[in-house]
């Protein structure tokens, strides 16, 4: 499984930003799909996750303000982000778990800039 993230960016506080994974390659071995996102000197931190059954999940920090949304037919997950916050500020990483075996692939990180 390979993923490739776009859409990161410098964005104001109090704007939107649209983040896409493309997966390819085995991608009938994919379960859940979601995002992380990291800053320095901090652990990866959950942000959204979408499930097989179209479950879906979000830290508490970004309830309300970011949705997840998955095409299966073109094997993308998005993360759409609004009212964004400086604290939102970090590197997102796009991720698939496969169902069997649970092998965790990541994407490359794309950097999200949140100036106020």
């Known amino acids: 499984v390979q993923l490739q993230a776009s859409g990161g960016g410098l964005v104001q506080a109090g704007g939107s930003l649209r983040l896409s994974c493309a997966a390819s390659?085995?991608?009938?071995?994919?379960?859940?799909m979601g995002w992380h996102r990291q800053t320095p000197g901090k652990q990866r931190e959950m942000v959204a996750t979408?499930?097989?059954?179209?479950?879906?999940n979000y830290a508490d920090s970004v309830k309300g303000r970011f949705t997840i949304s998955r095409d299966s037919a073109k094997n993308t997950v998005v993360l759409q982000m609004s009212s964004l916050k400086p604290e939102d500020t970090a590197v997102y990483y796009c991720?698939?778990?496969?169902?069997?075996?649970?092998?965790?692939?990541w994407g490359q990180g794309t950097l999200v800039t949140v100036s106020s």
């Open positions: 991720y698939a778990v496969v169902v069997v075996g649970g092998t965790t692939y």
């Open positions: 390659g085995s991608i009938f071995r994919i379960g859940v």
């Open positions: 979408f499930g097989r059954d179209g479950s879906t």
